[in-house]
């Protein structure tokens, strides 16, 4: 996959590589594949927690370890699961963002 490659194209990526690595012997639910992606922001709190920089990684035995990394693990899982359910998740994206962009200034009125 190079750099212009589209989100689609990442998506496709990612569910093979789940299918070929095994992790769909048999079939997933959607709760199981949302608690993964979970996992990883968890795993990500966890290195900040840790006190590790947002933007540091490190390498045990040549694995990537660190914010970055958790966070590139949380958007993997989230391809797999539009690939296995189906999402254009490419056209989502555009949508959602045409829409923010409509939004008024801190819509919603929430702190954070």
Known sequence: MGANSGINDLV???????????????????????ALMHCELSEAMEDYRNGHGVAETW???GKPCGVPTELADVVIRIFDACGYFGIDLEKAISEKMAFNATRPQRHGGKRL
């Not at 496709?12 to 949302?34: L, Q, S």
């Open 12 to 34: 496709k990526a990612a569910h093979h590589n789940a299918i070929d690595k095994g992790w769909y012997e048999e079939p997933r639910t959607f709760g199981e594949m949302v």
């Open 59 to 61: 390498y045990v035995s």
